[in-house]
């Protein structure tokens, strides 16, 4: 900061609400954040274990926290607790989007059946 004679430079006051409010939308959002970052962190080690390459990776992994985040902010339509959410964003990490495509696709066939 420029000044003129000799002023000592002055900070301006600290608003510190902004970060009370962050640190608390985190605590209230963390089991499904932790379950985006689970589901992205299974799936890429689980295709770099199954001998895929990093381009493989780059588009599994985000792939699966996406689903992830999108389903365990639906638990609560299902009736499951909100604290499960990273089981299932490990689960669906460790089975991929192709297994979650399967699942999702038997299971809404089986709907659909049903209704008819």
Do not use: H
């Amino acid at each position: 900061m420029i000044t003129m004679n000799n002023e000592k430079p002055t900070m301006p006051p600290e608003n510190f609400d902004i970060y009370a409010w962050l640190i608390a939308r985190l605590q209230t959002e963390w089991s499904t954040i932790y379950a985006g970052l689970l589901g992205c962190t299974v799936a890429a080690l689980r295709v770099l274990y199954g001998g895929g390459n990093f381009r493989q990776v780059l588009l599994e992994a985000p792939l699966c926290g996406a689903i992830s985040l999108a389903t365990s902010s639906g638990l609560d339509f299902f009736g499951i607790a909100q604290t499960a959410a990273p089981f299932f964003g490990g689960v669906i990490g460790l089975l991929g989007v192709e297994g979650v495509r399967r699942l999702a696709d038997r299971y809404l066939s089986k709907k659909v059946e049903d209704a008819q």
